[in-house]
């Protein structure tokens, strides 16, 4: 079964650090770019980085830019996103999603169930 | 970044009625553009990439059309099923941007 599961999520206060991890299954993990996606609590998607399929090209959004860190690992079917400086804006059900690339544009066919991360003191 | 805005933000609408939902963007993105269903507690569904081509297992109800600054999801006949959220997402230059979304409701 094709699958992604992601892992990490928790409380955390202002300042702090978590590092999140997607594992994925059920197919070629190094053939595909990977995404991270979040939701706030009663907003809408936000995509927050995606990584290339052999980790050589990496793009965020603005405003995690020098506090995450989107990184992967082939070998072992895992995507990961560190998290540093983080801030109460930064809570919110964290996604990770494939992208199968048809028609050569972004298209996230297969999505992970969330992990919510919290930032509070 | 270029803005993806969502019309209308909501709207309520009957099984069997046809549905419109409006993606503009800030500026001209060609084609990139999919479109996304959620359902409350759950991960993003895709539906339409590259403004008009219908994902594999999606009912063909489901449409999408445009290019340039303008497109458009269209149910031709809502199901119980598809009361849900939909969004618009921009893939033609980094960050992507999602729209704020459109939350389909039973009338």
């Known amino acids: 079964e094709v699958q992604l599961v992601e892992s990490g999520g928790g409380l955390v206060q202002p300042g702090g650090s978590l590092r999140l991890s997607c594992a994925a299954s059920?197919?070629?993990?190094?053939?595909?770019?990977m995404t991270w996606v979040r939701q706030a609590p009663g907003k809408g998607l936000e995509w927050v980085a995606n990584?290339?399929?052999?980790?050589?090209?990496?793009y965020c959004v603005d405003s995690v830019k020098g506090r995450f860190t989107i990184s992967r690992d082939n070998a072992k079917n895992s995507l990961f996103l560190q998290m540093n400086s983080l801030r109460a804006e930064d809570t919110a059900v964290y996604y990770c999603a494939r992208d199968s690339g048809f028609g050569g544009k972004d298209s996230f066919d297969i999505w992970g169930q969330g992990t919510m991360v919290t930032v509070s003191s | 970044a270029i803005q993806m805005t969502q019309s209308p933000s909501s709207l309520s609408a009957s099984v069997g009625d046809r549905v419109t939902i409006t993606c503009r963007a800030s500026q001209a993105i060609g084609n990139d553009l999919g479109w996304y269903q959620q359902k409350p507690g759950k991960a993003p569904k895709l539906l339409i990439y590259a403004a008009s081509s219908l994902q594999s297992g999606v009912p063909s109800r489901f449409s999408g059309s445009g290019s340039g600054t303008d497109f458009t999801l269209t149910i031709s006949s809502l199901q119980p099923e598809d009361f849900a959220t939909y969004y618009c997402l921009q893939d033609y230059n980094y960050p992507r941007t999602f729209g704020q979304g459109t939350k389909v409701e039973i009338k």
């Open positions: 990584i290339k399929r052999d980790g050589s090209e990496k």
């Open positions: 059920g197919f070629t993990f190094s053939s595909y770019w």
